[in-house]
């Protein structure tokens, strides 16, 4: 089937795309799945990036940006912010703590939608904000269910060590103590897509004074309930 649409330069844009779709790629490996002449990959990505519809990791790879995101949740067709945010609200008022979703891009994790504690000391993660895949539960999720060689550099100076991993992968979700900031601790559990993939984090944060050194064992169960309840919305709405 022809799936031209007569704009030769767009089309081409959105080959880009498609492939960054699979995750971060190399010139060469955009030149070889676009099957695109690599002068014209190489001018297509770097004015997407311009545009922040591509970024890079720290590895120089082209990944997709941050503005696809931003175009989802401004269209209202982003599923999984639509099925997330009542859940996090009611996390939110089940725990007593703030509550947020985080997607990774590259080598960062986006936090995407948030649920806010109205009032008290609490830990405020705003829309938006670029957190590192080296600290936090939710940096533990989204690194744990990753293939082995790139579980493993994502393991480079981070706080936690491989079979912090395996437990998270065992049990199911992850907390960390002053991992990402001092005096604050988190619980955080996949969501899962299509074919089971990790396609995010749920979490909750908060205080150590409230959350203890062991915030698992507070609040483990409601955010396993609250990532299961949406990983089945995924499901029930992609057949």
């Given at each position: 089937?022809?799936?031209?649409?007569?704009?030769?330069?767009?089309?081409?844009?959105?080959?880009?795309?498609n492939a960054l779709e699979a995750g971060p790629a190399s010139l060469a490996s955009l030149v070889q799945t676009?099957?695109?002449?690599?002068?014209?990959?190489?001018?297509?990505?770097?004015?997407?990036?311009?545009?922040?519809?591509?970024?890079?990791?720290?590895?120089?790879?082209?990944?997709?940006?941050?503005?696809?995101?931003?175009?989802?949740?401004?269209?209202?067709?982003?599923?999984?912010?639509?099925?997330?945010?009542?859940?996090?609200?009611?996390?939110?008022?089940?725990?007593?703590?703030?509550?947020?979703?985080?997607r990774r891009q590259g080598d960062v994790r986006v936090c995407v939608a948030a649920a806010e504690r109205s009032?008290?000391?609490?830990?405020?993660?705003?829309?938006?904000?670029?957190?590192?895949?080296?600290?936090?539960?939710?940096?533990?999720?989204?690194?744990?269910?990753?293939?082995?060689?790139?579980?493993?550099?994502?393991?480079?100076g981070a706080k936690f060590e491989a079979a912090t991993l395996a437990s998270v992968r065992r049990r199911g979700?992850?907390?960390?103590?002053?991992?990402?900031?001092?005096?604050?601790?988190?619980?955080?559990?996949?969501?899962?897509?299509?074919?089971?993939?990790?396609?995010?984090?749920?979490?909750?944060?908060?205080?150590?004074?409230?959350?203890?050194?062991?915030?698992?064992?507070?609040?483990?169960?409601?955010?396993?309930?609250?990532?299961?309840?949406?990983?089945?919305?995924?499901?029930?709405?992609?057949?």
């Amino acid at each position: 089937m022809d799936n031209s649409s007569g704009v030769g330069v767009l089309d081409k844009a959105v080959l880009v795309l498609n492939a960054l779709e699979a995750g971060p790629a190399s010139l060469a490996s955009l030149v070889q799945t676009t099957g695109l002449a690599r002068p014209t990959a190489h001018r297509l990505a770097v004015a997407l990036e311009h545009h922040r519809l591509v970024h890079r990791d720290a590895q120089g790879r082209f990944i997709l940006g941050p503005r696809l995101a931003e175009l989802a949740v401004a269209a209202g067709e982003d599923r999984l912010l639509a099925i997330a945010q009542p859940v996090l609200a009611q996390l939110r008022d089940l725990t007593g703590e703030s509550a947020q979703l985080y997607r990774r891009q590259g080598d960062v994790r986006v936090c995407v939608a948030a649920a806010e504690r109205s009032s008290g000391l609490r830990d405020t993660v705003p829309v938006g904000s670029a957190l590192p895949m080296t600290a936090g539960s939710a940096a533990q999720i989204l690194l744990a269910w990753e293939e082995p060689d790139r579980l493993h550099r994502g393991l480079r100076g981070a706080k936690f060590e491989a079979a912090t991993l395996a437990s998270v992968r065992r049990r199911g979700w992850a907390q960390s103590v002053g991992e990402r900031e001092q005096g604050v601790g988190s619980v955080s559990a996949p969501i899962r897509g299509t074919g089971g993939r990790v396609v995010a984090a749920i979490s909750v944060s908060g205080p150590l004074e409230r959350l203890t050194r062991s915030p698992g064992r507070l609040h483990a169960a409601p955010v396993v309930a609250a990532a299961e309840r949406i990983s089945e919305a995924m499901r029930r709405t992609a057949t």
